[in-house]
Structure formats: structure tokens, C-alpha cells
């Protein structure tokens, strides 16, 4: 199988890689990416170097024209590129829609015409909006509340129409929030590792009471892999554990796993915006076989560990 992966560089992308590598060896992949700051450029290169299968294009979602070239020669495309830090999206929502909207309609598009059996758009369970009691599944409509999350719900939507009036094979696949290596320290659980094990005060947005639902990155990783092998075009997946948790609950597990108190911790004025609660009901994925084999102990213990290691990865300042 020849798989393109978009944003293969990113923190989903380059443990999606790792784990495509390592399953399918004979399997031929190109990374499409643009090698932004949030990159984890030394992996892939390390990757590229011991894997003869494994080719990097460094470039734009924005270059239709490169896309469309290279496009046509595979089997299936991953597409997880994307801006995705909610509070990045709040500062500059044109960006988000440049990427995000624009990119993905490119990536779409540029696949009319060609055999390519599958396009997995890598989603986002945020597009839903905030629940505070019910489960989100696969036929709840979409309710963005935040620029980011609009751009994503954007981006489905054209899949959709691309699909009824191209025929373009998408599925969708909407995830809780990830956490584990090689995610770059602007989001919640490496943030926080890295600022703990610094010392540094630990900014929590209002009461920290805000709920979500975590995916250890492997289990997200093999949730692709089941989709991409068993998955029904045109269709949506949820992709959750039931491990919910409150943000304060996760700080408060980092202080403790780190050796630190609570004196570090610092609430400030909460974001615009800012979702209350997501929960998905993850049953149609798991119809498939799929479950997660990551308990949210054992992941975070794992997360942390190998933040320890490589803290030297990252300066104070990304910590911000």
C-alpha cells in the first residue's frame, strides 16, 4: 500500500508514522508538511534516513498544483495537517482558515480523478461543540464555538459536499483530546509536565473544572489503522475512552507524579469561548474491533517519562 500523510511531521502524524512503520514495513509513505515550529523535524529525518520507503515533500496545502501532481500515485491519504491550538486560532483566525479550510478543500480537491481508495480527514470531537450531559456520537450535528473548532467543522463540511458531488472517498474521524509524545508543549498535558519539572507556575484557565475526555496517541494511532482497513467511505468515527477528566484533576496528577505542590498552580481569566465538557460515544469504531489498550494511568506515567527524558528538547520560552 502507498499511503500519503499530510502534517506527517506533526505530533499525531509522526506517531501515526512511527506505528504505520512498524505494523506495515513494506508499505511505501510520503509526509507532506511544511515543517512549521510545532514539527518534530529530527524525527522525521531520522525516519527518512533508516526507512528506504519513507519520502518527505516539504511544502503547502496552499500549492494546489504540487498536490495534484503527487497525489494521483496512492493508495490513501491521511490527512492530518492543521493549525490546532485553540488559543492561536482566537489571535489569528485567517490563518486557521488559510490551513485548515483552504488546505483541505486543495488536498480534496486534488484527488478528483485519481484511484485513491480512501481519504481519512483527521477531525476533531471540539467541532461538536460543549455537552454537559449527553455523549456526542456520530450523528450529532456541529456546533463550533471556537474558530478552530469552525475551521475543522468547515473543512467536514466540504468533505461531505466533495463527496456527493465528486465522489471524493472520505471519512471522517472525530477524536477526544490526544496527549503522549512528541506533542509540542503549547497544549494542556506537555505544557504543564515541562513547566512542572522547571518549576515554573502552571496557568489554569478559571476554576480548571473544564471536562475532557483523553486518547493515549498510540490508541488513536491504531484507531486509523482500523478505519483505514475496515472503515465505510462516507462515514464518521467517534474515537474516545471514557477516561474523562477535569482539567484540574490532570494538573494536580502532574504535580504529583512530578514532585511538585500546589503552590505552582496559577488560575487566570478563563479563555472566549471555552467549552464547558466533550464526551464521545465511541461504540462505531469499536464495532470494528477497536478499543483502547492504554489505560489513562499508565499513559500519563508513559507521557511524562518521556518528557523527563527529552526536556532539554525545548526552550523556556516554548513553554509559554
Not at 506533526?10 to 507532506?32: A, S
Not at 450531559?133 to 475551521?151: G, M, Q
Not at 498552580?265 to 471555552?274: A, C, L, S, V
Amino acid at each position: 500500500m502507498k499511503l500519503f500523510i499530510t502534517g506527517g511531521a506533526g505530533f499525531i502524524g509522526i506517531n501515526f508514522v512511527q506505528h504505520w512503520l512498524n505494523k506495515h514495513p513494506k508499505d511505501e509513505i510520503t509526509i507532506y508538511d511544511k515543517l512549521t515550529q510545532y514539527a518534530n523535524v529530527n524525527e522525521v529525518m531520522e525516519l527518512s534516513h533508516s526507512n528506504s520507503n519513507l519520502s518527505l515533500v516539504i511544502d503547502d496545502l496552499l500549492n494546489f498544483p504540487r498536490l495534484q501532481d503527487l497525489i494521483r500515485n496512492y493508495d490513501v491519504v491521511v490527512h492530518f495537517a492543521a493549525e490546532t491550538h485553540v488559543d492561536d486560532s482566537i489571535k489569528n483566525p485567517k490563518l486557521f482558515i488559510d490551513t485548515n479550510v483552504l488546505g483541505t478543500s486543495n488536498l480534496l480537491l486534488s484527488t478528483i480523478g485519481t484511484d485513491i481508495e480512501k481519504i481519512i480527514y483527521v477531525s476533531t470531537d471540539e467541532v461538536f461543540g460543549q455537552s454537559d450531559t449527553d455523549e456526542f456520537n456520530e450523528h450529532t450535528s456541529v456546533n463550533p464555538r471556537n474558530p478552530y473548532s469552525a475551521t475543522k467543522a468547515s473543512a467536514e463540511m466540504l468533505a461531505m459536499a466533495y463527496h456527493n458531488t465528486y465522489k471524493v472517498p472520505f471519512i471522517i474521524t472525530n477524536a477526544v483530546n490526544n496527549y503522549g509524545p512528541h506533542q509540542y508543549p503549547n497544549k494542556l498535558i506537555p505544557k504543564f509536565i515541562l513547566r512542572s519539572l522547571n518549576n515554573l507556575s502552571l496557568p489554569v484557565y478559571g476554576d480548571g473544572k473544564q471536562q475532557r475526555e483523553w486518547l493515549y496517541v498510540t490508541d488513536h494511532c491504531r484507531a486509523i489503522e482500523y478505519i483505514i482497513e475496515k472503515g465505510d467511505i462516507g462515514n464518521r468515527y467517534c474515537i474516545g475512552t471514557g477516561y474523562k477528566k477535569e482539567n484540574i484533576e490532570i494538573v494536580n496528577e502532574i504535580l504529583t507524579k512530578t514532585g511538585r505542590d500546589a503552590t505552582l498552580i496559577e488560575h487566570i481569566i478563563d479563555r472566549p469561548g471555552h467549552d464547558k465538557s466533550y464526551e464521545v460515544n465511541s461504540s462505531k469504531i469499536r464495532s470494528l474491533g477497536w478499543k483502547p489498550e492504554v489505560g489513562f494511568q499508565e499513559g500519563m506515567q508513559m507521557t511524562i517519562d518521556w518528557y523527563t527524558h527529552n526536556s532539554r528538547r525545548w526552550q523556556i520560552d516554548d513553554l509559554n
